[in-house]
């Protein structure tokens, strides 16, 4: 720890005032935090100062720096470990998708994932809803695993940017999220400690991401990569469309069958596109195949020949998981009743107000209003129509799954999803698309 000393209330008050915090103080801030000599309220009024003015290029380094140095940094040799890192979106299972095909064709991928933030949903809490997988692996077992196993699937760990951990939970009930200086610092802080030697970033931007315009998207994808240059470490962005759920599964046990099943070859044309694209990119970074087209190829065919699957049923019994789920679904927690949600009139599905889907998955039980709040697995929608798809009236549009308990709640998510969710045209609407630029 830095042995300059300074006082907390000073120094947010200068930034509420936008003036620029030092390198020293902005280390001093994040270590007395770590250390617990700040309280949380201190750091939630200083995450506000910093989302409300912002920071420049020289603050998010140094941030980033200090979530880097308040915990351990991993270190693996080759060139091959490449890990993904998607900011976050609905419906977004693609982790559990590109990891064993990306494994499968000889890619070594170290995953420390996080669990839900804001209206999105978490790759940990997703991946829980497996009886028995274990995510609380310690660094040592961790290192080994990727070394002999090539796939590994962690939350962060204590020793892992401690600082990023603490402060991710506040930046959740805080709408301090949207941030990219803030969004920089977590993720690359945390990429950077696990050991990765190349990343592939998914920036999603639309109704449902953090991100709401290509621009914004554009802005984050670059300060990811410019701070992956300074580490040199090997980068590609993709922005991709998050206007709708990715895939027509939202909730976590739903997630992780529509990720099998895509795994067996018959998932949503969206998810599997995408997941597919993403593990190109890390297959060719990571060097396995010189060129992406070839690395595309390969790609497709891990999924094609089943060695992907394979790869994600070895992942699930390594970490403790109950793989029979591969093959039995109803070993996942399931809700008992569903809701339809059926189309007023005749149409064509024009927009959804896709953050407002998380906002009712959390309602729901699905996800976090408070950071001591559990996950309910169970819970969770099915889209049966995405944007450009001819409607008529009657017509499902989604399916609510939820408890005999929660019937009341299921009207009003219907309700609320046909009033301020969902908008219809009369007219045909085109099909979004899904990778809308490449940043490298």
């Known amino acids: 720890?830095?042995?300059?000393?300074?006082?907390?209330?000073?120094?947010?008050?200068?930034?509420?005032?936008?003036?620029?915090?030092?390198?020293?103080?902005?280390?001093?801030?994040?270590?007395?935090?770590?250390?617990?000599?700040?309280?949380?309220?201190?750091?939630?009024?200083?995450?506000?100062?910093?989302?409300?003015?912002?920071?420049?290029?020289?603050?998010?380094?140094?941030?980033?720096?200090?979530?880097?140095?308040?915990?351990?940094?991993?270190?693996?040799?080759?060139?091959?470990?490449?890990?993904?890192?998607?900011?976050?979106?609905?419906?977004?299972?693609?982790?559990?998708?590109?990891?064993?095909?990306?494994?499968?064709?000889?890619?070594?991928?170290?995953?420390?994932?996080?669990?839900?933030?804001?209206?999105?949903?978490?790759?940990?809490?997703?991946?829980?809803?497996?009886?028995?997988?274990?995510?609380?692996?310690?660094?040592?077992?961790?290192?080994?695993?990727?070394?002999?196993?090539?796939?590994?699937?962690?939350?962060?760990?204590?020793?892992?940017?401690?600082?990023?951990?603490?402060?991710?939970?506040?930046?959740?009930?805080?709408?301090?999220?949207?941030?990219?200086?803030?969004?920089?610092?977590?993720?690359?802080?945390?990429?950077?400690?696990?050991?990765?030697?190349?990343?592939?970033?998914?920036?999603?931007?639309?109704?449902?991401?953090?991100?709401?315009?290509?621009k914004d998207a554009r802005v984050l994808g670059k300060s990811l990569i410019a701070t992956s240059k300074r580490?040199?470490?090997?980068?590609?962005?993709?922005?991709?469309?998050?206007?709708?759920?990715?895939?027509?599964?939202?909730?976590?046990?739903?997630?992780?069958?529509?990720?099998?099943?895509?795994?067996?070859?018959?998932?949503?044309k969206d998810i599997t596109d995408l997941s597919i694209a993403l593990a190109a990119h890390m297959i060719h970074l990571a060097g396995v195949e010189k060129t992406f087209d070839k690395a595309l190829k390969k790609a497709h065919l891990m999924v094609d020949s089943g060695k992907a699957l394979e790869e994600f049923r070895k992942l699930l019994k390594s970490q403790g998981g109950d793989d029979r789920v591969i093959d039995d679904y109803s070993l996942l927690p399931q809700a008992t009743e569903v809701t339809k949600v059926t189309a007023a009139k005749a149409g064509y599905i024009k927009m959804f107000q896709n953050d407002q889907i998380g906002l009712l998955l959390i309602e729901l039980g699905g996800g976090r209003k408070s950071k001591a709040d559990k996950i309910d697995h169970a819970v969770g929608f099915n889209f049966e129509k995405k944007i450009g798809d001819k409607v008529k009236k009657g017509e499902t549009i989604f399916v609510i799954h939820h408890h005999a308990q929660q019937k009341e709640i299921a009207e009003k998510i219907k309700s609320t999803f046909l009033k301020e969710v969902l908008v219809m045209s009369a007219s045909k609407v085109k099909t979004p698309k899904l990778i809308i630029e490449k940043l490298s």
């Open 231 to 268: 580490f040199k470490k090997k980068a590609v962005a993709l922005i991709t469309d998050m206007n709708q759920p990715l895939g027509n599964a939202v909730g976590h046990s739903n997630e992780i069958i529509e990720s099998i099943e895509t795994l067996k070859g018959k998932g949503p």
């Open 1 to 214: 720890m830095s042995k300059d000393i300074f006082q907390v209330y000073p120094l947010i008050d200068k930034k509420k005032k936008g003036q620029r915090l030092t390198d020293k103080e902005i280390k001093w801030f994040i270590q007395s935090y770590t250390d617990k000599k700040i309280e949380d309220y201190q750091m939630s009024a200083m995450l506000m100062a910093m989302f409300i003015q912002g920071m420049d290029v020289s603050e998010t380094a140094a941030l980033t720096d200090a979530m880097l140095e308040s915990g351990e940094q991993l270190k693996f040799t080759g060139k091959n470990v490449i890990d993904k890192h998607s900011t976050g979106g609905i419906g977004d299972k693609a982790s559990f998708i590109l990891a064993p095909i990306a494994s499968a064709a000889g890619v070594k991928v170290p995953m420390i994932a996080g669990r839900g933030l804001g209206h999105t949903g978490g790759t940990v809490d997703k991946i829980e809803a497996i009886k028995g997988f274990n995510t609380a692996l310690d660094l040592k077992v961790f290192q080994e695993k990727l070394n002999k196993e090539g796939l590994v699937l962690i939350g962060q760990t204590p020793d892992i940017a401690p600082a990023d951990r603490l402060i991710y939970a506040l930046r959740d009930v805080t709408a301090t999220i949207d941030s990219i200086p803030l969004i920089t610092a977590s993720i690359m802080s945390k990429k950077l400690a696990e050991g990765a030697n190349g990343i592939v970033f998914d920036i999603k931007c639309g109704t449902g991401a953090f991100m709401r315009t290509t």
